[in-house]
């Protein structure tokens, strides 16, 4: 008989939170996704308001969202957001987590 060896990899995509406190030292000041097994070059992070509109976009799996609106620079008001990121494992797959969240000031 022949041996296969087979090679499980999982991949996770964990998002602790469903609040952020801007501003804050201890008490999760940024939003950002933990990931593991996630290829880095093919990884998209966009917050959504009420009405549809991106207020943060981010192609870097290292910078989370601040409450910063980025077109205006100015700080987005306590509300619930959408987030949705698009990311690939190491093997080219592609998956998509969508959740809400809500910011605190």
């Known amino acids: 008989p022949r041996l296969i060896d087979v090679l499980s990899i999982e991949l996770q995509v964990v998002v602790k939170v469903s609040s952020f406190v801007v501003n804050s030292v201890n008490c999760n000041p940024v939003f950002k996704p933990i990931l593991s097994n996630v290829s ?21 799996p290292n910078l989370g969202w601040d409450g910063t609106i980025t077109k205006s620079g100015e700080q987005a008001t306590n509300d619930l957001f959408l987030y949705y990121i698009v990311l690939e494992d190491q093997y080219e797959k592609q998956y998509i987590r969508k959740g809400t969240i809500t910011m605190v000031r």
């Open 40 to 60: 880095k070059n093919n990884y998209n992070l966009k917050i959504f308001d009420r009405w549809g509109g991106v207020i943060f976009e981010s192609n870097d």
